[in-house]
């Protein structure tokens, strides 16, 4: 059985930083892309960050440009982000998924979600 | 990098058949057969509903299908049933080697 299970959400303060992981299991991870999306509570899906299978290739979007980094540990089966210079508005839940293909989006498992949030 | 655009809700009646528009650009969802749909029942993981504009992954009901013209996808559930109440969401790689989301669907089934 397929699963992700993000951890190292929690209560930052902004301008600080935070790790989170996301632990696959059932499946070869070093073979998939995976993708971390971000839900603000109460508003929608949102893309943030992509690396493909080998960890060579990275793809962010514009609002984490500099600031977030996606990497994985393919022996460890995986996934981190790290956050730093959080503002506010990075306030959200943070999923991990599996692309299903490449790494075009098609987001075919998920985590259950870990809640950052920055406040002072 | 713009959110593609869905109605913010929509409704119907057990057994009806709803659809559900995901509008995007001629860089995003007119570019690539690579749009994809999500239930999600908040609190929950998100669930893949539909990938390649009209692919239903192993375990997906029929009754739900998918189809694109031009720069605007679409998600048709038949049959409505109240367990189908849930947000729905549309996804689509870019040229800019990004993947944008729709804003989202609110689905109330009456």
């Known amino acids: 059985e397929v699963q992700l299970v993000e951890s190292g959400g929690g209560l930052v303060q902004p301008g600080g930083s935070l790790r989170l992981s996301c632990a696959a299991s059932g499946f070869t991870f070093s073979s998939y892309c995976m993708h971390w999306v971000r839900q603000v509570p109460g508003e929608g899906l949102v893309w943030v960050l992509a690396?493909?299978?080998?960890?060579?290739?990275?793809r962010y979007a514009d609002s984490v440009k500099g600031r977030f980094t996606i990497s994985r540990d393919n022996a460890k089966n995986t996934l981190y982000l790290q956050m730093n210079s959080l503002r506010a508005d990075d306030t959200a839940i943070y999923y991990c998924a599996r692309d299903r293909t490449g790494c075009y989006g098609l987001c075919d498992y998920w985590g259950q979600g870990s809640l950052v949030t920055v406040s002072s | 990098q713009s959110a593609l655009t869905q109605p913010a809700s929509v409704s119907g009646s057990p057994g009806q058949s709803i659809t559900i528009s995901c509008s995007g650009t001629s860089s995003d969802v007119g570019a690539y057969n690579s749009v994809s749909w999500y239930q999600h029942h908040p609190g929950k993981a998100p669930k893949l509903m539909i990938y390649?504009?009209?692919n239903r992954p192993s375990g997906v009901s029929n009754r739900f299908s998918g189809s694109k013209s031009g720069n605007t996808a679409s998600l048709t559930i038949s049959g409505l049933q109240a367990e189908d109440e849930a947000d729905y969401y549309c996804?689509?790689?870019?040229?800019?080697?990004?993947?944008?989301f729709g804003g989202g669907t609110k689905l109330t089934v009456l």
């Open positions: 690396i493909n299978s080998d960890g060579t290739t990275t």
């Open positions: 390649d504009v009209s």
């Open positions: 996804n689509s790689y870019s040229t800019s080697y990004t993947v944008i």
